[in-house]
Every structure is written in structure tokens, then in C-alpha cells.
């Protein structure tokens, strides 16, 4: 493994839920020799959406998180790429990739995830990777206990998501699994499905795959998002995949990124790809080969 050429382009610092700063990220990247790194800061939804979080960059430090990541890019300039990016939680109808606000400041690259819920019903919104009594508590409150249909309302968020587009990377796209990872709360064969459809609707969009250790990182799980069986759907398609730590602290720059290389060859994949940067507006990727 330590002759391939790896980067972190999910990385969060203090500007959100990150525990360490720009600096020392950066520094954590270079000195475990990584290709790049790419800051991904939760972008603001208060202003947009009227949800409050702890996670989530506050409104009034995105110009500031804009300027650090710059003026990094060009410090290590030569010795470390810097993109500047973030992880746009799609919210529908109120936060997503193509948000103006977001695309004015040129990002190199953007992240796509789902994390939110916003039940129909008009029950509190919640988080499908928070806490799992928050979990269940939305379950119960906005979807009347039915877990199956928090299920699908989080593959529907995905699929229009991917429609709508404006991203480079999908985010842990199975981190509904969070909570549920070892228990049954929806028919696996019904979550194959729509897991499926993802896999085809990804490849049709052109996006990448972040194949993310964050869980595993954090103690939470113990395998990558997406799991090997969602990943063999991709690769039936042909969706180029990245690999990520979701990094919330410098020592997690890189982690657990062997058992992204053995779950990858696991799924028959023969390379990953790293970024870049882009070239008249359109990302340029290199193939990183693992066989």
C-alpha cells in the first residue's frame, strides 16, 4: 500500500466539526506523504434553511474559510495541492450543490451528501447519522415507526441529488447505515434495490464514488461507506471511485485506508482515481492502479 499515491479530499477542520485547523491538516498531509488534500467544510444551512446544527459552518466564517483555504494553496504551493471545497448537504428545496452562494466563490471541487431528514408530516427534521435515539425518535415521530420508509425517503433524497448535480464526489452514500449497520430495521433485498438504482443513475450522471473510512475512523462502524455489496454495484457500472477519510482530526488524514484498498479488490476494482484539479472547468482525475 505505501507505494500508491493517495489523497484526502473529505477533510473537515475547525471552520466546522473538524478538531484541528487548516495548518495542521495540511501538515498532517504532507508529512504522510498524500498526493493532496482537500478541505470539504460542511457548508452553512442556517441562512438557507433555518437549521441550526454543531456541525455546519457558520454563515458569517465562509468568507474566512475561503480566504485560509487560498491562502494555504498557495503556501504549499510545491510541496502539497490544496483544493478548496465543501460537503453540501442536500436539503430539498432549500440546500444543495448549485446553490449560487456556493459556486460563487469557484470552488475546485464539491462533495454531495444526504444527511438530512424532513419528514412530510411536519415532525422535527433530524439527521440519519446522528445519535441513535435520535434515529428512532424520527422514525417514530415523522414516518409513524415505519423504518422502511425512512429507508426509501433516503434513496429518493439521493437519486434526486445525483439528478440534480452541480458535484464532483458522492458522499458515503450509504451512511444511513450508521445506526442500523447490525440490525434489521428494513428488508436487506429492498435496500439492495434501491442501492442498485443509485449504482446506475451515478453512472449515467458522470460522477465519482468517495469510498469513505470515516466510520471505521471514529469507531462507529467497521467497514468503508459504501458497504463491499453497494460497491460491486458501482463497479457493474463502471463508476470511478475515490478514496476518502472523512477526516475530523490530522491523525485520521489517511486512516484505515488499507482496508479501503482490500474492500476495493474485495469488489473487483482495479484502480481508484485521485484529483487533480480542473482545466476549464472540468475536473481532471488520475488513475491509480491497485492490482
Known amino acids: ?69 487560498l491562502a494555504a494553496k498557495h503556501r504549499w504551493h510545491g510541496k502539497l495541492d490544496v483544493f478548496l471545497g465543501f460537503e453540501v448537504d442536500y436539503i430539498k428545496g432549500l440546500r444543495s450543490a448549485i446553490d449560487s452562494d456556493i459556486k460563487a466563490v469557484n470552488p475546485d471541487f464539491l462533495i454531495s451528501s444526504a444527511h438530512f431528514v424532513i419528514p412530510a408530516n411536519g415532525a422535527r427534521p433530524f439527521t440519519v447519522d446522528g445519535p ?11 414516518f409513524n415507526g415505519d423504518a422502511q420508509a425512512l429507508m ?4 429518493d433524497a ?30 436487506q433485498e429492498n435496500e439492495v434495490c434501491r442501492q442498485k438504482e443509485i449504482a446506475c443513475i451515478a453512472a449515467k450522471a458522470g460522477i465519482t464514488v468517495e469510498v469513505n473510512t470515516g466510520g471505521i475512523n471514529n469507531g462507529k462502524i467497521n467497514e468503508v461507506y459504501p458497504s463491499p455489496v453497494f460497491l460491486s454495484f458501482f463497479r457493474e457500472h463502471h463508476v470511478p471511485v475515490i478514496i476518502t477519510a472523512d477526516a475530523h482530526r490530522a491523525e485520521h488524514i ?25 482545466i476549464e472547468g472540468k475536473p481532471q482525475w488520475k488513475k491509480i492502479k491497485i492490482n
Open 158 to 187: 439521493m437519486t434526486e441529488m445525483i439528478a440534480l448535480g452541480g458535484f464532483e464526489i458522492l458522499g458515503h452514500a450509504d451512511i444511513i447505515k450508521k445506526n442500523c449497520i447490525n440490525k434489521k430495521y428494513w428488508p
Open 152 to 155: 426509501h425517503y433516503y434513496y
Open 254 to 278: 489517511d486512516g484505515n485506508y488499507d482496508i479501503a484498498i482490500q474492500t476495493l479488490l474485495c469488489a473487483n476494482f482495479k484502480e481508484f482515481i485521485i484529483f487533480l484539479g480542473k
Open 132 to 142: 441513535e435515539e435520535e434515529l428512532l425518535t424520527g422514525i417514530k415521530e415523522g
Open 1 to 69: 500500500m505505501n507505494s500508491l499515491l493517495f489523497s484526502c479530499m473529505h477533510t473537515h477542520t475547525n471552520f466546522c466539526d473538524g478538531k484541528d485547523d487548516i495548518e495542521t491538516m495540511c501538515a498532517a498531509a504532507y508529512k504522510k506523504k498524500l498526493h493532496s488534500i482537500g478541505f470539504s467544510a460542511h457548508a452553512p444551512i442556517l441562512k438557507k434553511t433555518g437549521i441550526k446544527t454543531d456541525w455546519n459552518m457558520p454563515d458569517d466564517r465562509f468568507d474566512e474559510y475561503v480566504e485560509q483555504v
